[in-house]
């Protein structure tokens, strides 16, 4: 990669970073995993960037990319159920703040305990992408997109019912 | 659905607060990292593959020296060497090959699920039909050998006592390749298997 394709590779990733952190919230437990798969779809997004040539968004190429990584990604620690997410400060409990945590905590367990594949959907879904971009992203056809969102919807609404 | 306008609104709520901003030096470091790491599992692989074959070479260099003239010797010694040289070859091909990147702009999840179950099951097909031919093969010359030099009358002489020893040699390198497939191929393999079951199934 020559040094003009690396400053705009610098500068569309941070743009999108957000993207990095979401997906390895949502498919991996231990902190280290989610760290150790950071690296890799960071690494992995390197060594695609050259086949980046705008048709897409750069946000939709993103995500396919870095969401190939993390299902096909072998997490080195054992798989077990989320238990809880760091958080990145201590909020005392009457905060709103510690409300919203506490919500985001069940949220991510709930996707957690999707499919490899529904978890994406799901992810893509929140993040306000359309049904035609996950499907190009997932490979799947609009009308299953469709069907397994309700599903999925279905099957959170059951998991947060008490939460949100 | 009400519910799930709440639970967009508290993801974005939530995730927008985006994370930290990555410097050019930060993400240079990463990558070089990634690259280290990736050439280290193939140079482990290859270098563990060496020193298992230099092992091999050695030992069957040194019987074909100290024994020239058994042709019986010359012969397991020479079966054992030719065996792995297609290994080293063939396996670091393969191996290498599985370091492709993940995916390209034109990959979607479907296609690039099939292509790593694809490279796996090909890599893995290759190791197989090598044990399938290494193990009898390695446990035959091993239990030739043995005999041939420690038994007095060689293999001939101890045919009921060969078979015994051949067979439980490759009973014990059966059960490390069963564990090392287990290990390195099964469990992706299946978990890629399940994927791609659970996205063929809704179509």
Known sequence: ?164 | MEEFFEVRTLWQLNTNQDPLFLSRDEIEKVIKLRIKKERKAVAEYFWVLFAFQLLIYSFASYLFIRYWGDTQIVALCAAGAIVYVFLTIISIRKFRSMYQPMATHKGDIRANVRNQYGLLTRFFDFKKKFDLVAIPVNSIVLVGILLRLYMPGGIESHIAEAMVAGAAMILVFGIAAWFENKKHFKRRLRRFELIMEDMEKSE
């Open chain 1, 1 to 164: 990669m020559d040094l003009v394709t690396e400053d705009k590779f610098v500068e569309d990733i941070n743009r999108n970073i957000g993207i990095i952190h979401k997906i390895c919230n949502v498919y991996f437990n231990s902190q280290y995993d989610r760290q150790d798969a950071s690296q890799e779809i960071l690494y992995q997004l390197w060594k695609s960037y050259p086949g980046f040539k705008g048709e897409s968004q750069f946000s939709t190429w993103m995500y396919k990319v870095a969401l190939n990584t993390a299902i096909t990604y072998a997490k080195k620690s054992d798989r077990k159920p989320r238990k809880e997410m760091a958080p990145d400060n201590v909020i005392s409990e009457g905060n709103e703040q510690y409300h919203i945590n506490e919500k985001m905590r069940w949220l991510y367990a709930a996707i957690n305990s999707l499919s490899e594949i529904d978890k994406a959907i799901t992810l893509l879904y929140l993040e306000n992408k359309s049904y035609d971009e996950i499907a190009i992203i997932t490979g799947l056809t609009k009308t299953n997109v469709s069907v397994r969102l309700v599903r999925i919807k279905k099957s959170l609404k059951e998991k947060l019912k008490n939460i949100i």
